[in-house]
Nanobody, 124 residues
Framework: QVQLVESGGGLVQPGGSLRLSCVAS????????MGWFRQEQGKEREFVAA????????YYTDSVKGRFTISRDNAKNTVYLQMNSLKPEDTALYYC?????????????????WGRGSQVTVSS
């Protein structure tokens, strides 16, 4: 069993930055592929980024490439999502999630463990 807790969300102006963190319980964090997803109210959960067990490779949805960076620190059981040049369309509830294999990393149904989410609101 792995418990995931996100933090770092908030209200930010367009063009601003936020860094989300996700801390995992347990001693097997390094054996999981980690992903970030987001969901706007009334819409389907959307893939944002994923990172393999060792930190490379990483994957991003096209709309965040060049603006967001996913990273992990296995010694701290933590995965991060650095978000720069934020846009109003980035507004959503952001979730971190864990899965065993790298296949189908974009598909949220393949992730085993989920956090409760951290709200990101981009607005002037």
């Amino acid at each position: 069993q792995v418990q995931l807790v996100e933090s770092g969300g908030g209200l930010v102006q367009p063009g601003g930055s936020l860094r989300l963190s996700c801390v995992a319980s347990g001693r097997t964090f390094s054996s999981y592929v980690m992903g970030w997803f987001r969901q706007e109210q009334g819409k389907e959960r959307e893939f944002v980024a994923a990172i393999s067990w060792t930190g490379t490779p990483t994957y991003y949805t096209d709309s965040v490439k060049g603006r967001f960076t996913i990273s992990r620190d296995n010694a701290k059981n933590t995965v991060y999502l650095q978000m720069n040049s934020l846009k109003p369309e980035d507004t959503a509830l952001y979730y971190c999630a864990a899965k065993g294999g790298l296949n189908y990393y974009r598909d949220y149904t393949t992730y085993i463990y989920w956090g409760r989410g951290s709200q990101v609101t981009v607005s002037s």
